[in-house]
Structures are given as structure tokens and as C-alpha cells.
């Protein structure tokens, strides 16, 4: 790309050149620089895709990808907000400029056609009785519109080219400020900790999403499945079966803010085992530390 973009360059400058050249008296050596440099910028014109209109309507990109995710907590609404604004107004901004920018393109196309059209009329008023001299300047005049024409084109490119560049860069600031509001006010949590034999361990990725904890016995291996009812409390379930012994139970939990960007889970919990000789039940406090992670985890 960055030998088509040197030569786009090249073309421009040359197609300027020769349009400089029409109104300051050049002759005939322009003439075959004209048709090589319309022919690049023709070729250059349709690799990019381009129409043949200066419509602002036909260059419009998708809207902006506003990030629904996240979390309820307000810091991190307020936040995603005010970054959305921001994207709203530098893609507005963006647009404005290349309305103005299709404006300047066609009042300058305008500009020198009618200046090219001047031109034409003088020059057939000097060709006198000579019957090929029409023709002549005829097609120098056609060779005059088309290059105007052209350039204008690769102009509205550039232009239609910087739009979306600047919508992409705003697009970009937005779901960078939307990962960092992530971080500081959603964080993911490495789970730990212990309660007699049974040790905790597990990642959360978002405490307003079902999560599951592991809590490792000597004897087997519970999965605590909590399901929150917001981000700060919740219930949780489990059932495990250790041979002919059924291990099922749940309770309610808490978020407690510990301080330091710490805090952990305080469930309330009761047991049943069922057995075929039998059963019974019981109930305690499980204590869960929650480590905050540096970066969101991939289960968000």
C-alpha cells in the first residue's frame, strides 16, 4: 500500500501541474502528461472502489459500536457515557469537516470547468477558416474536463478516506475508555481461601453473572454454583455424590468490602447427605477471599 499511496501522490501533484500549466499559456508538451497521469488516477480511482458521484451519503460507515456489557455499578455506566458522548461528537465532527471539505471540491470543480470553458470559446475564435481547428480544440477541452473531473474525484477520496480515519480513532478511544471503566469498576476476582479441610478456589469474571467456585475436601470436591441477585448478594447450590452417599445443599451469600480494593463472599449454608442406611444435615458459614484481577477475564 505504501507504493499505491506514493503513486496516487505522484498523479495528484502531476495532474496539478498540467491544470496550472492550461491557465498559464503551456503548449502541447502537457499534452501526453495529461492522458498518463488521468490514466493513474482512473486506475487509482477504481482500485479504491470509488463511484462517480461527490455524495457525502455514499461514504457513511456503520454506526458506533456502543459496548452494552460491563456492569450495573453507576461509576462504570457514568463512565461508558461519557465516552460514548465523546465517540458521538468526534464522528459528528468528522462528518461536519467532510461536508465541508465536498463543498470546497465542488466549488473548485465549478471553478475550473468554467474556466476551462472560457477557454474553449477563445481558442475557437482563433482558429478562422481552418476546418480542422475545431476538432482540435475540442478535444483539448474534453481532455481539460475530464483531468478537472478526475482530480476532483481523487480529492473526494482523500477526503472521504480522512472521515473515516477519524471515525475509526474516535471508535477506538471509546473501547479503550470502556475496557479501562471495565477494570476499575467490573473487575474479575481470583477466588481463595479456606474453611477447616475444604480450600476455595476459582475466577469470577463478573459478580452480577452466575459463577461456580470449586472447594476442594480431602474426601471430594464440591462446586458451589452462586447466582446473583445483584452484584453484592445472591444464593448458591451444590450436589455431589461420593459413592452411595448423595452431598446437596445451598444457602444464601453476601459481598463484604474488606477495603484496599479487597473484599469476600460470607455464605450461609446448610448440608444434607442422603445414604441408604440413613442421612443427616447441617449448616455453617463458608468465608471466600476475592482477589481483584489485573484485567477481565475471558469468561466475560
Not at 30 to 36: D, E, G, P
Not at 64 to 73: E, L, Q, T, V
Not at 125 to 133: A, S, Y
Not at 220 to 229: D, E, I, K, R, W
Request: proline share 4%.
Amino acid at each position: 500500500m505504501k507504493t499505491l499511496g506514493s503513486c496516487i501522490l505522484l498523479s495528484n501533484f502531476i495532474v496539478a501541474l498540467f491544470i496550472n500549466n492550461i491557465y498559464s499559456g503551456g503548449g502541447c508538451k502537457m499534452k501526453h502528461t495529461l492522458i498518463i497521469s488521468l490514466f493513474l488516477i482512473s486506475v487509482f480511482s477504481i482500485s479504491y472502489g470509488q463511484g462517480s458521484g461527490i455524495k457525502n451519503d455514499k461514504f457513511n460507515i456503520t454506526n458506533p459500536d456502543k459496548k452494552i456489557g460491563g456492569c450495573n455499578n453507576p461509576k462504570f455506566k457514568a463512565a461508558e457515557l461519557a465516552a460514548y458522548q465523546d465517540l458521538l461528537k468526534a464522528r459528528a465532527e468528522a462528518a461536519k469537516v467532510l461536508e465541508a471539505e465536498i463543498t470546497n471540491i465542488e466549488q473548485a470543480k465549478k471553478d475550473q470547468l468554467a474556466k476551462e470553458n472560457l477557454k474553449y470559446l477563445a481558442d475557437l475564435k482563433t482558429c478562422g477558416n481552418d476546418p480542422q481547428c475545431p476538432g482540435a480544440k475540442k478535444v483539448d477541452y474534453d481532455d481539460g474536463v475530464w483531468i478537472i473531473q478526475a482530480f476532483a474525484k481523487s480529492e473526494l477520496l482523500k477526503a472521504q478516506n480522512k472521515e473515516i480515519a477519524a471515525k475509526e480513532a474516535a471508535q477506538k478511544k471509546y473501547d479503550e475508555e470502556v475496557i479501562e471503566a471495565e477494570r476499575l469498576y467490573c473487575p474479575s476476582y481470583q477466588a481463595s481461601g479456606q474453611d477447616g479441610p475444604i480450600v476455595y478456589s476459582g475466577t469470577i469474571c463478573s459478580l452480577e453473572k452466575s459463577f461456580t467456585i470449586t472447594g476442594t475436601h480431602p474426601m471430594l470436591v464440591y462446586h458451589f454454583n452462586f447466582v446473583p441477585s445483584d452484584g453484592t448478594s445472591g444464593t448458591l447450590s451444590f450436589s455431589e455424590t461420593v459413592g452411595s452417599v448423595i452431598l446437596s445443599g445451598g444457602g444464601t451469600y453476601i459481598i463484604e468490602e474488606l477495603g484496599a480494593g479487597k473484599s469476600r463472599i460470607i455464605a450461609q449454608t446448610h448440608t444434607t447427605a442422603k445414604a441408604p442406611g440413613g442421612g443427616g444435615s447441617g449448616s455453617g458459614p463458608a468465608h471466600i477471599d476475592l482477589t481483584p484481577l489485573p484485567a477481565k477475564c475471558s469468561g466475560q
